[in-house]
């Protein structure tokens, strides 16, 4: 590498620009990150979230190796989000795995009525088989879904919460402790290390100059501007970074590989309302991720690797996608309305016509402000009543804007302009004041939310960044408080380590199509039952009102 190129740098889709050293420690001139908070010496844990959509085989393969390349892992914790169909003979993610690791269930009667009389007989083999095979007990929750209601990856990401406690693809040897050590490199607290994994094709095709390799990243550059008016990011990347001495801050995250602390869930939980979409989510969860203090970085190294290889046939039979392959139901009421709350998040009254007015919710005469029932009083209190969904008050949107270079259709006659992928290598650091919570919702205390989207919960953790009252990761004061599992496959939790992180794991065309089943959340105008009510003070939270008893 020549001396221009020491620190590395990126090729943003038509050129290659050297990244530009590091500032130094402390400099006057150049406002810093808050360092990494750390209650104790005691080791972190990772929790690893693998939702799939009907390809259990590969999800085993996924959990085998996970366990196997990690350097520790003892400290992992697994969430299976599973969306199966019995009756078409989909696998199991868990009983695969357990197959793997030599605890196969015995061979499944044929005939219907058969099966039926060996029910009971399966399930106490099922039994036997979750407490011998290893790490299910302790170490991996489990909730599995059926198919019908799939509703796409975006929504059933929020049901992380059902499974985030205290604490087939490839992984880099030691992954665990290669990517607590890539994040501490970044010196934030609100760090997200993501990027685009590279395929395992791609992996042994990595250049080398003399006796040492050069790492070549996927990175992200290029944003556009949708036929909704939402940015968009490409599913692939379209850039790459190369002998990188360190995370290198960018604005493009990847829903297929993030890894943060477990405060980036908490602070941001995904939004259960965004049914249906795909890529059209990704930017307006990363405006709520800025503007709350969170800051995305390329690792300097590949921590993961997705399959270079074809879909399981189960993909290819009966599927309506392009390619044939297996998605969810698709529903267009849901899609359209969760585009529109996009655009509602992000402030964009274009496209937004009286026809939609239904779809901003709220109750019949507007906030306290006076807003009216106009389209445009009606997408402020919609704005607001998003709450910890919405936008947050460290940074501005219009800092976001200049940060990324971009322009949004925020009315009929304002300028919509991606990037096109300039200013993708050396950005600056956005700072913010730390005295305001991440948690902090843009419009809390202007009186606009009439109806105010209430915060998920959290079953199964008990920590400070857990609740309103605190930011952090803490480790509890006393090991006799540890958290009590409710998940029947799980009753071991992490909640004496000193932090946790979480890796959120989305594998990109292997698990991607996933969700719950909740046969009484649509209705056939809107599509999704949002089942907003006058305000009282027992009102349930927004995810407790459309996700019950899952």
Known sequence: MSNNNLHGQVFDGSSFTPVNPPPLPNSESQLSPQQPVTASNDPPSIFVSIPHFRDGKRCAATLKHLFA???????????????????????????????????GMKSGA???????????????????????????????????FHALGAKGPVYARSFIRKLLGNEATEFAPNWDTLAIQQWSMTQNEYAVLSTVPLTTHERDRIKTQGNSVVEEVPRQCSIKIGSEGVPLYETHADGKATGLQQPLLSYAPSSQF???????????????F??????????????????RGYDVYT????????????????????GHGIDGERKWPPNDSERHAAHIRMKVLLGIHHGIGVNDASLLGGTAGGGSNGAGSS?????????????????????????????????LPINEASEKRGNEGHSCTNLEWVPYDTSISPRANLFDGSGKA??????????LRSLPDAT????????????????????RESSSTSSDVSYSFVFLLWIGGLYTWYAMFLGNTTNKKGGRKKMRTPKRKDKQPLAERTIKDV
Request: glycine share 6%.
């Open 69 to 103: 390349s990690s350097a520790h892992p003892e400290r992992i914790f697994v969430g299976i989000i599973e969306q199966t169909n019995d009756h078409e003979g989909d696998p199991s993610c868990l009983l695969e795995y357990c197959a793997l690791m030599g605890h």
């Open 110 to 144: 044929h005939d219907h009525e058969e099966e039926i009389a060996r029910k009971g007989e399966k399930q106490a083999e099922r039994d036997r088989i979750i407490e011998a095979c290893p790490r299910v007990k302790d170490q991996i929750r489990s909730v599995r």
């Open 258 to 272: 993030t890894f943060a602390k477990c405060h980036l869930e908490t602070n941001v939980p995904h939004d259960p």
């Open 274 to 291: 965004s049914a249906q979409l795909l890529q059209t989510e990704r930017f307006p969860r990363y405006a709520r991720m800025w503007t």
């Open 299 to 318: 690792p300097s190294t590949n921590i993961v690797y997705s399959e270079s290889v074809n879909l399981h046939p189960l993909h290819h039979k009966v």
């Open 375 to 407: 389209i445009g009083g009606k997408i402020s209190t919609a704005r607001a009543n998003l709450g910890i969904y919405g936008v947050g008050q460290r940074r501005s949107l219009d800092q976001l804007l200049e940060f990324t270079g971009i322009a």
């Open 450 to 459: 009439d109806d105010l989207d209430l915060e998920p919960i959290f079953p």
């Open 468 to 487: 309103a009252s605190g930011e952090y990761d803490h480790s509890l004061a006393s090991p006799k408080r540890m958290l009590e599992s409710t998940n």
